[in-house]
């Protein structure tokens, strides 16, 4: 399973970003879904995570301006970003799940400037 992200950029304090994740290759039935981040000299956490029935769950840090969703028949997950702060600056990671097996793509870098 391969992972391509996109919709990171550069915003300002109080804007919206909206990220994409599609996942390609040897499909069988994709799991959970979810959205990671990883600040500059900081661990990677969680954002948010869906199950393939639409159960969300959400960092603390994000609940109420973030909405997670999933278009399973496109095995993709977005991420719609609003009201973003300068501490939301990270690169933002998609994982899946498939057979046991955790998949992540590459990132995409988010930047909200102050």
């Known amino acids: 399973v391969q992972l391509q992200a996109s919709g990171g950029g550069l915003v300002q304090a109080g804007g919206s970003l909206r990220l994409s994740c599609e996942a390609s290759?040897?499909?069988?039935?994709?799991?959970?879904m979810g959205w990671y981040r990883q600040a500059p000299e900081k661990q990677r956490e969680l954002v948010a995570t869906i199950t393939r029935d639409g159960s969300t769950n959400y960092a603390d840090s994000v609940k109420g301006r973030f909405t997670i969703s999933r278009d399973n028949a496109k095995n993709t997950v977005y991420l719609q970003m609003n009201s973003l702060k300068p501490e939301d600056t990270a690169v933002y990671y998609c994982k899946s799940q498939q057979l046991r097996s955790d998949y992540w793509g590459q990132g995409t870098l988010v930047t909200v400037s102050s």
């Open positions: 290759g040897i499909i069988f039935r994709i799991n959970d």
